[in-house]
């Protein structure tokens, strides 16, 4: 089994407004490491997020699939995340 690729990037540059901009699954995966509190990550839909992505970095989903559930996840916490 060939080893995950985080330096896939995304389709689209994912910029949180004075806060980041991600531009790999590298950049998510360390967004939901290390900013997003621990509570949050407990949840269903950053974990599904956090699963996409790994698919992704595996080549066994498409990253797209990963970015819109990501932009949905923020949209849902009420992170503005404008579409670039």
């Known amino acids: 089994m060939p080893s995950p690729n985080?330096?896939?990037r995304l389709p689209k540059l994912v910029v949180i407004p004075e806060v980041t901009a991600l531009a790999t699954l590298a950049d998510?995966?360390?967004?939901?490491d290390q900013r997003v509190p621990a509570n949050y990550r407990a949840k269903l839909t950053w974990q599904y997020v956090s699963k996409l992505l790994?698919?992704?970095?595996?080549g066994e989903t498409d990253a797209v699939d990963g970015e819109v559930a990501l932009r949905?996840?923020?949209a849902m916490e009420g992170?503005?995340?404008p579409p670039r």
Do not use: N
Request: with cysteine; glycine share 6%.
């Open 6 to 8: 985080w330096s896939r």
């Open 28 to 32: 998510v995966r360390t967004l939901i």
């Open 54 to 58: 790994a698919g992704a970095a595996q």
């Open 72 to 74: 949905l996840v923020l």
């Open 79 to 81: 992170v503005e995340c």
